[in-house]
């Protein structure tokens, strides 16, 4: 955990970064009797290796961390659980980007999910920080938001629970929240949320966060709310079912990056539309073959109960152009097809402008959050032909179920400067500063843009 000094009394200890260049050098400049404990470890400055070494009565005192070639992210990422419990200090000469990157890594690193462990296990070790670092510390809470939301349990964020997550961050940041909850839905002609929720004891809804002065540029993120997703009547395998608790992954993205974005007062309206449903199976669930009208009047003929979330998305995409904003971002867990095309670890980015994917791209770059741009490739606009409605919600083809899938959510956006992105929201194994188990995945990436975009420091 990053944590500042109100925070903790403990004398911390100091760690310091050496890289791998740099080593023989600095190994030179040490006591001997700090040379005599490196020469017992296999430490040199490698990236992921940590060293203590001794004051001069000889006791354990400080902690050399190696960069490797350069610092970043994964520098102190495995230190919050390899080092003793206790409050450690950075002590290293960096530029403040890459002081922000190294004590982000520490954070990342030290989150853990463990609501529902009996035995929570130790304390992550605790990285002291300055008034000045407080981006890390944000960007630290947001992504730990978007983690807790989707490693939750299906039965304990169903979406209710999802609501009021949501609330709960309005009210944290003084933002004004509007739900529309069950039938209610249907009298303001969110028809496609209602029909995809409808089966489900938790009554399907679409929440609507506002935040921010309503003159500045108007920033709406759009994120899918999929509490579980079992497919549906087109009921998914048991091992296609597994994981699909992170179905409300792209919701969980949109409300940390909202918090995120509240929590460094980026100068924008901020507005955040997430329809809430579980996709279950009752008597009273949608069909393949039934016809939808979404808000805008478009009708769509269900040809695949599996692919809800952009039903629900479409609804609320077509309500978020309404006020023609500055940009719409969505994030959603849509296809299966984005990870065939770029693996679990790499957001698929649709976009209708290209001045703004390459400032996304850019910032994920920079910031170690990478996002990878595919194309709304308008011939394929045909294989969502349906014989008896405007459109259908699922392709005739299953190759380029990425891109069908962002053809058919741009029809409903207008004319507004749109980025989609179709994340797995989920780290299928571990790495340094990303745990096993949900992740937010080019959320940094597109708050550094935005803030370079809209005028405030990048965090
Ligand atoms: N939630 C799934 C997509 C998904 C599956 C994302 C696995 C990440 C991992 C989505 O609702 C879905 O089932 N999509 C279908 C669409 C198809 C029926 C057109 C898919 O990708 O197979
Ligand atoms: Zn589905
Ligand atoms: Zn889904």
């Keep these: ?122 304390e992550p070790a605790h990285l002291l920080t300055g008034p000045a670092d407080a981006p890390a510390r944000d960007e630290c809470e947001a992504v730990a938001l978007c983690r807790n939301l989707i490693n939750t349990p299906a039965n304990d964020m169903l ?6 997550a949501a609330r709960e961050l309005a009210t944290a940041h ?66 296609g079912m597994r994981l699909m608790k992170k179905d409300m992954g792209g919701a969980a993205h949109v409300l940390g990056l909202a918090k995120l974005i509240m929590a460094r007062r980026l100068p924008v309206a901020l507005r955040v539309l997430v329809p809430a449903v579980e996709n279950a199976v009752a008597a ?65 980015m649709f976009a209708t402008h290209t001045d703004i994917a390459n400032a996304i791209a850019a910032a994920g770059e920079q910031w170690e959050d990478p996002v990878w741009r595919m194309p709304l490739h308008a011939p394929y606009r045909s294989l969502l032909d349906s014989d008896i409605a405007d459109i259908a919600n699922a392709p005739s083809s299953g190759l380029g179920g990425a891109i069908t899938a962002g053809l058919f959510l741009q029809r409903f956006v207008g004319d507004a400067p749109w980025v989609h992105f179709d994340v797995m929201a989920w780290n299928e194994r571990a790495q340094p500063a990303r745990p096993k188990g949900g992740e937010a995945m080019g959320l940094r990436a597109v708050h550094a843009a935005l803030a370079e975009r809209y005028g405030a420091g990048t965090g």
């Design 1 to 122: 955990m990053l944590v500042t000094d109100q925070d903790t009394t403990a004398p911390p200890t100091n760690i310091t970064l050496v890289s791998a260049k740099g080593f023989p050098t600095w190994r030179e400049a040490q006591s001997n009797l700090a040379q005599a404990w490196l020469a017992r470890s296999d430490f040199q400055g490698k990236k992921g290796q940590s060293v203590w070494l001794p004051n001069t009565e000889g006791e354990p005192d400080w902690v050399a961390a190696g960069c490797g070639e350069a610092p970043g992210i994964a520098t102190l990422a495995t230190l919050p659980f390899r080092l003793a419990a206790g409050t450690y200090r950075l002590d290293a000469n960096l530029s403040p980007a890459e002081r922000h990157q190294v004590l982000l890594g520490w954070g990342l690193g030290a989150y853990r999910f463990d609501r529902y462990k009996g035995d929570a296990g130790r």
């Design 159 to 164: 979406p209710h629970h999802l609501e009021a």
């Design 174 to 239: 003084d933002a004004a929240i509007e739900v529309t909850v069950g039938d209610t839905l249907l009298e303001r002609g969110f028809r496609a949320i209602h029909a995809v929720g409808r089966a489900s004891a938790s009554a399907p809804r679409l929440i609507d966060l506002r935040w921010g002065s309503p003159e500045a540029p108007r920033v709406t993120l759009v994120g899918k709310g999929v509490c579980f997703d079992s497919g549906g009547l087109d009921l998914k395998t048991a091992a």
């Design 284 to 348: 009273n669930a949608f069909r393949p073959g039934d016809v939808l009208t979404a808000y805008d009047g478009t009708t769509i003929e269900v040809d695949n109960t599996d692919a809800e979330g952009r039903l629900i998305l479409c609804d609320a995409l077509a309500l978020a152009q309404e006020e023609s904003p500055d940009i719409i971002i969505d994030f959603a867990t849509l296809t299966g097809a984005a990870r065939v095309a770029l693996g679990t670890a790499l957001p698929a």
